[in-house]
């Protein structure tokens, strides 16, 4: 039995900016910020890591309140902003999942900074959600290896077994970091904003520059076939 877990932006998928134009406009909407943030990292990195960087950056407190409020804003503007940006699903990727989830030992989950409603609309979009069972979000963790934690356990529960193998697919160094953080097997992938040397530079155990060659990465991926 093995369980994947896959990151969302920059590996599965490219939203085309959604994710960082609806927290602008829950900034507006929520808290009437229209100044301009700069220099806030946000690939590899929590929602709730963001969301607090947001606060602080243009002087509100960052309570928890504060916080809720903002996500609650952020998850309401997503839906129309999704269907505004010109978002695409990664190469190969719908021809992966279509293939492992006719494994029978492979579970596929995530392993996501996004907050775990915000994950499920944009999957949802995308129309990729149902590949999925379980995972670990940004909602609470300052830390993506904590998050990669609370995937790996999500994932023993809904399995009721600890995996043989747990795989950790993603496109920053902060996926290949948190993949070790649980003992996983990492296969990093250059479709997000770090490129091939940057991903190398962290060592994952594979290295794809995209997905384009589905058999290739296949290959590499556990999981027997249903018969």
């Known amino acids: 039995m093995h369980a994947l877990l896959f990151d969302i932006d920059g590996t599965l998928l490219r939203s085309g900016g959604a994710g960082q134009a609806a927290m602008e406009k829950?900034?507006?909407?929520?808290?009437?910020?229209?100044?301009?943030?700069?220099?806030?990292?946000a690939a590899g990195r929590t929602d709730?890591?963001?969301?607090?960087?947001?606060?602080?950056?243009?002087?509100?407190?960052?309570?928890?309140?504060?916080?809720?409020?903002?996500q609650e804003g952020y998850l309401g503007h997503l839906p129309k902003v999704l269907t505004a940006c010109e978002g695409v699903v990664l190469p190969g990727v719908p021809e992966i999942l279509k293939a492992l989830a006719g494994r029978s030992t492979a579970h596929l989950g995530l392993l996501t900074g996004n907050l775990q409603k915000g994950a499920a609309v944009k999957l949802a979009h995308y129309k990729m959600a149902s590949y999925f069972r379980f995972g670990g979000f940004g909602d609470d963790h300052l830390s993506r290896d904590d998050v990669a934690?609370?995937?790996?356990?999500?994932?023993?529960?809904?399995?009721?077994?600890?995996?043989?193998?747990?795989?950790?697919?993603?496109?920053?160094?902060?996926?290949?970091?948190?993949?070790?953080?649980i003992g996983a097997t990492v296969v990093a992938v250059a479709t997000g904003i770090y490129s091939a040397e940057v991903l190398s530079d962290a060592e994952p155990d594979y290295l794809f520059e995209d997905f384009s060659d589905v058999e290739l990465v296949l290959?590499?991926?556990?999981?027997?076939s249903h018969r």
């Open 149 to 181: 934690r609370a995937a790996a356990a999500d994932a023993a529960s809904v399995l009721e077994r600890t995996p043989d193998t747990t795989w950790v697919i993603g496109d920053t160094p902060a996926d290949i970091q948190c993949g070790r953080a």
């Open 48 to 70: 709730f890591a963001i969301t607090s960087d947001l606060l602080e950056y243009h002087g509100l407190d960052n309570s928890e309140e504060n916080r809720k409020r903002f």
């Open 219 to 224: 290959s590499i991926l556990p999981g027997e």
């Open 26 to 41: 829950a900034l507006e909407s929520v808290f009437g910020v229209t100044a301009p943030t700069r220099d806030i990292q």
